[in-house]
């Protein structure tokens, strides 16, 4: 594959959390003090918005606009160019430029603004669409994230989940992937795995793939945290990963090339694509939060997104306070529509020929998990497709089922036409009614009976491997049944990581706390093999309560994206078990052949 240079990503200004305490709502001009360049931060109730100060027309510098009474507008000095902070448009002259956005990273109540360079890496070399035949394009949905495109005469995959559960054992497929899905994986020319989760990256449907075609083409981001981290200890045997840069044009052959950008809230770990196939472009935004930053291509032929929410164990698994069932329910309520909303609107100003909802399309089906599944309660791709069809009629929103195609070049010619989407049959299963629960979780529970939890002093071990001190918080971790019920015989500990301590009560200091109640299996099954916290926390594997009721972002971002990518070390651990067991006998013998010999001196 060809490539250019890579997309950077530049920290241009940084606010503590108590610069940040003091922006007031609607616009605030800032300086950076070290290079005196100057910056646009919005406050509005969706957040933050932020862009240099500058105008797009001249160069010319922002004020504000005291005649707009709503404080959304800034007006340039040059020619009373105006431009509106809330949706980075100019309103004056209308429909003439788009303010290139910042990327706004929240980090602990502190605020990062980032620049990409460039912004829309996508109009690089820019090829003209050339007409598709019927049949040349065809987009099959399999399940949840999974898609598979025919361009041509290849095959490209995206996110293959197709068999075994994600987070632990807290999410399983809703839809039955056609009987083909693993075949069509293992013959595919390209694959790529938008990042991490294991809704997107299965282990299991991997297993397969190594053992049927080691060497398949799997194309990944160039992420922080490598996608691939965990692959040593899978033992998942693949040979043909490739880490492409973020923001550069991927030329697979005459026709066909793919670009894969980061995510701005988490660029370290979520990534977006945008395949082209004779100068028509597909966007999957996948999961990201503000894909390359809130920047995004107009009319592509075809885009997909995530839709569904429910990707958290915020609030569902969290009790005490204020968190009453009736509470948990109107604030998914709330939640849910901000979800549908946001992503009509986006779909609408992207103005994509083609919307499809996918990449949400799981269950909790375990049934020590029906609480969670009663209560976290998921937007329909119906309800959605719905909603923009109300704000728009010029876009084609497509609901698929599994082994449902989309035929590309007849639904660019004729929106209408019955024949560009071919449902599966009538008799397919699309949704599943089992999941060979007690294969993976017997899997999971073979970790409780693991030799180094038979020695207290793993846990020392264990937290000093993670490596996250000098944060005043004591977290309570607790064993617990599948009912979240404490195991009499499980460990029940606490861990000050202001000094990385294991105190036997709460320390007298003011501090923060979290008590957490962990099912034993998957607890240990993370511990043991250096697992990251998702599996527990967005797995819905736990249950937590805090004092004071406050996000703890770098906790939580440490353990759930920051952890080692080697896991501990128990070899050692218990080999330095053995070594003081071996000691503590001699010792003793050699403390009372000492004290007899003092004792015989004496006298």
Request: aromatic content about 12%; proline content about 6%; charged content about 25%.
């Amino acid at each position: 594959l060809e490539q250019t240079t890579s997309q950077t990503a530049k920290v241009v200004l940084s606010l503590d959390a108590g610069a940040v305490s003091l922006l007031k709502d609607g616009v605030n001009f800032k300086k950076n003090p070290k290079d005196g360049k100057c910056y646009i931060i919005y406050k509005g109730t969706g957040g933050f918005k932020a862009c240099r100060n500058q105008c797009k027309h001249q160069g010319g510098l922002f004020i504000k606009d005291i005649e707009d009474l709503g404080g959304r507008t800034v007006k340039c000095t040059k020619h009373n160019w105006k431009l509106n902070l809330s949706t980075m448009k100019y309103v004056n002259p209308p429909d003439s430029f788009l303010q290139d956005e910042l990327v706004e990273i929240l980090d602990d109540g502190g605020l990062c603004l980032v620049e990409l360079s460039p912004p829309d890496p996508w109009l690089a070399d820019p090829r003209e669409p050339l007409e598709l035949k019927e049949g040349e394009v065809k987009v099959t949905y399999l399940t949840h994230a999974c898609m598979e495109l025919q361009l041509g005469q290849r095959r490209f995959m995206f996110d293959p989940w197709l068999k075994g559960p994600a987070f632990a054992r807290g999410w399983w497929l809703l839809h039955e992937p056609p009987a083909d899905a693993l075949d069509r994986l293992c013959a595919a020319d390209l694959i790529y795995i938008s990042h991490m989760h294991s809704d997107h990256l299965s282990y299991p449907t991997l297993k397969v793939l190594s053992e049927r075609r080691p060497d398949a083409p799997i194309y990944v981001g160039d992420t922080s945290r490598p996608v691939f981290w965990y692959l040593e200890q899978s033992k998942v045997k693949l040979t043909n990963i490739n880490v492409v840069p973020f923001g550069v044009w991927q030329n697979v052959d005459e026709h066909l090339r793919f670009m894969i950008m980061m995510d701005g809230v988490h660029p370290e770990m979520d990534t977006c694509i945008i395949v082209e196939y004779k100068g028509h472009m597909i966007l999957n935004t996948v999961d990201c939060t503000r894909p390359n930053g809130g920047r995004l291509p107009q009319n592509v032929d075809l885009m997909m997104s995530d839709f569904a929410g429910g990707a958290s164990g915020f609030p569902m698994t969290f009790y005490g306070g204020k968190y009453s069932d009736s509470w948990k329910a109107n604030f998914i309520k709330n939640e849910r529509k901000k979800l549908l909303n946001y992503k009509a609107q986006l779909v609408k100003s992207l103005q994509p020929k083609i919307y499809c909802p996918f990449a949400g399309y799981f269950v909790e089906a375990h049934p020590s998990d029906s609480y969670i599944k009663e209560t976290n309660v998921k937007n329909g791709a119906d309800a959605l497709n719905a909603q923009i069809n109300n704000l728009t009629s010029d876009i084609k929103t497509w609901t698929p089922k599994p082994g449902a195609v989309l035929d590309l070049g007849l639904a660019l010619t004729d929106p209408t036409n019955s024949e560009a989407i071919t449902n599966p049959p009538a008799s397919a299963k699309l949704y599943k009614d089992s999941w060979d629960f007690d294969l993976y979780v017997d899997e999971l529970n073979r970790a409780i009976s693991c030799e180094i939890f038979k020695h207290p002093n793993w846990i020392q071990f264990y937290y000093t491997w993670a490596g996250f001190q000098n944060y005043n918080l004591v977290v309570r971790m607790i064993e617990t049944d599948d009912n979240f019920e404490p195991l009499l015989d499980g460990y029940d500990y606490l861990v000050d990581f202001l000094d990385l301590s294991f105190p036997t009560t709460r320390p007298d200091r003011e501090h923060s706390y979290l008590e957490l109640k962990n099912r034993v299996g998957v607890m240990r099954h993370v511990v043991m093999h250096g697992g990251l916290w998702d599996d527990l926390y967005i797995g819905f594997q736990n249950r937590i309560s805090r004092d004071p009721d406050i996000y703890h972002h770098k906790f939580w971002n440490h353990f759930q994206t920051e952890l080692p990518c080697c896991g501990p070390d128990w070899d050692k651990f218990l080999r330095s078990v053995m070594i003081c067991k071996c000691t503590a006998p001699c010792l003793l013998f050699f403390y009372c052949v000492l004290s007899l010999f003092l004792i015989d001196f004496v006298l």
